[in-house]
Nanobody, 128 residues
Framework: QVQLVESGGGLVQAGGSLRLSCAAS????????SGWFRQAPGKEREFVAA????????YYADSLKGRFTISSDAIKNTVYLQMNSLKPEDTAVYYC?????????????????????WGQGTQVTVSY
């Protein structure tokens, strides 16, 4: 089992920045990849970014490239999401997820079903 705890959410004005953290505990040595997803009110949970713990390869939703950056710290078992130039439409609950499965195909990083463990989420609200 892996436990994930997100932090760093909050209220920020448009144009501002936030850095989300996701700390993992438990069987973290088996983690293969971690990702961030978000869910706005009335919408489905959508992919934001993902990272392969071994290779460091990163994957982003096309609409967020250039503004969001995912990174990881293997010593701290923590994955981060740096969010810059935030817009009101970025308002959502942000979820961290991780998997021990080998995502052999790059497209698998984008699917919710690829991830086995999820955090409780952290609220990000961007005001005008």
């Amino acid at each position: 089992q892996v436990q994930l705890v997100e932090s760093g959410g909050g209220l920020v004005q448009a144009g501002g920045s936030l850095r989300l953290s996701c700390a993992a505990s438990g069987r973290t040595f088996s983690n293969y990849a971690s990702g961030w997803f978000r869910q706005a009110p009335g919408k489905e949970r959508e992919f934001v970014a993902a990272i392969n713990w071994s290779s460091g390869s990163t994957y982003y939703a096309d609409s967020l490239k250039g503004r969001f950056t995912i990174s990881s710290d293997a010593i701290k078992n923590t994955v981060y999401l740096q969010m810059n130039s935030l817009k009101p439409e970025d308002t959502a609950v942000y979820y961290c997820a991780t998997t021990a499965r080998n995502l052999y195909y790059s497209g698998l990083y984008y699917y919710r079903s690829s991830y086995d463990y999820w955090g409780q989420g952290t609220q990000v609200t961007v005001s005008y």
